[in-house]
Nanobody, 126 residues
Framework: QVQLVESGGGSVQAGGSLRLSCAAS????????MAWFRQAPGKEREGVAGTYTGGGATYYADSVKVKGRFTISHDNAKNTVYLQMNSLKPEDTAMYYC?????????????????WGQGTQVTVSS
């Protein structure tokens, strides 16, 4: 089993920044890919960014228009994945979830992920 615990959410004004953290524990070797998803009220959960935990490729979802504003990174020593979010917009308001998978065929597909965190709320006011 892998446990994921997110932190770092909060309320900011548009243009502000937040850094989300997701600490993984348990049998972390089961999951070599970690990602951030988000879900706004009344909308489907969508992938934001993902990365292999051992280094390598990172992925950002074009559909959520976060390229250039969000950066995903991973600290192997801490088994923690981060999402640095800059230039936040009101449309970024959502519950943000961390998830872990093993060699996902499609990183933004929810069904690829076995392990999920409980979520951390991000609210951006205009």
């Amino acid at each position: 089993q892998v446990q994921l615990v997110e932190s770092g959410g909060g309320s900011v004004q548009a243009g502000g920044s937040l850094r989300l953290s997701c600490a993984a524990s348990g049998y972390t070797k089961r999951a070599n890919f970690m990602a951030w998803f988000r879900q706004a009220p009344g909308k489907e959960r969508e992938g934001v960014a993902g990365t292999y935990t051992g280094g390598g490729a990172t992925y950002y979802a074009d559909s959520v228009k976060v390229k250039g504003r969000f950066t995903i990174s991973h600290d192997n020593a801490k088994n923690t994945v981060y999402l640095q979010m800059n230039s936040l917009k009101p449309e970024d308001t959502a519950m943000y979830y961390c998830a872990a998978a093993t060699y996902p065929r499609s990183w933004s597909r929810l069904s690829e992920y076995t392990y999920w965190g409980q979520g951390t709320q991000v609210t951006v006011s205009s």
